[in-house]
């Protein structure tokens, strides 16, 4: 009878060891594939605001360069 209360200790204690293995390497690859993840919506994000800022800057760039294109026209109609 302690033959048998032994081996089914020695067996849980396995089977929880192997559980723990398991949880653990589970737990360690749901950490990276989160961190892969939250990079990825980073990258994603910071490229969509280098757009937008790329584009505000010709905006303004352009809009500022107006005025004086405007004279330079107007200034070219009066001379010929």
């Known amino acids: 009878?302690?033959?048998?209360?032994?081996?089914?200790?020695?067996?849980?204690?396995i089977f929880g060891g192997?559980?723990?293995?398991v949880g653990s390497l589970a737990?360690?690859?749901?950490?990276a594939d989160a961190?892969?993840?939250l990079a990825v919506r980073a990258q994603l994000f910071a490229n969509?605001?280098?757009r937008a800022l790329q584009q505000r800057m010709m905006q303004a760039f352009t809009f500022a360069a107006l005025p004086?294109?405007?004279?330079?026209?107007?200034?070219g109609r009066n001379v010929a």
């Open 1 to 13: 009878m302690k033959r048998y209360v032994l081996l089914i200790g020695v067996a849980v204690i």
């Open 18 to 21: 192997m559980f723990y293995v």
């Open 27 to 31: 737990r360690d690859r749901a950490i």
């Open 35 to 37: 961190e892969h993840e």
């Open 48 to 50: 969509a605001l280098d």
């Open 68 to 75: 004086s294109v405007r004279a330079f026209a107007s200034v």
